[in-house]
């Protein structure tokens, strides 16, 4: 059995930083062509409308992870989201890793940053429910 190797705190949040910069960057062009305005500068989407920037963050997020094991920032860093068991990830492994995304990321991802520097397995709030671990890929 191969010896996995974990990713650093660094390469983590500036994967995690990518990604979700891209999924911000999606909401804003969306908005900015679907939306109103709002009278303060901004956009806003009403509606049935509203929901394609959740979907874009489901599919970008975490059908993309289940399928690859990993996001664009992920790739970028060449890491890797395995199960504990060293495992790829399952659907559901991923859809319980993301649902905690708004608690990891509170505040500029600081209690993510602490679970990971405290953990065993160097995990976030989500990597814990989920059981999964961020890993260097050494295939890339």
């Known amino acids: 059995m191969e010896t996995l190797v974990k990713a650093k705190l660094s390469s983590r949040f500036f994967a995690s930083l990518i990604d979700y910069i891209i999924v911000i960057a999606f909401y804003w062009f969306f908005a900015y062509f ?3 305005p709002n009278g303060n500068g901004g956009y806003v989407i009403y509606g049935f409308t509203a929901i ?12 993309v992870e289940s399928i690859f094991s990993r996001t664009f920032g992920h ?6 989201v395995v199960g504990e068991d060293n495992g790829n990830i399952s659907f559901i492994e991923a859809v ?14 600081i209690p993510a940053m602490i679970s990971i520097k405290n953990t ?3 995990q976030r709030l989500g990597d814990m429910v989920a ?3 961020v890993v260097v890929d050494k295939e890339m």
């Open 131 to 133: 059981r999964t671990i």
């Open 52 to 63: 394609v920037p959740f979907v874009f963050w489901f599919i970008y997020l975490i059908v």
């Open 34 to 36: 679907f939306g109103e």
């Open 120 to 122: 065993p397995k160097n």
């Open 75 to 80: 790739f970028i860093f060449d890491l890797k």
């Open 96 to 109: 319980l890793r993301h649902i905690i995304d708004l608690m990891d990321f509170w505040f500029f991802g």
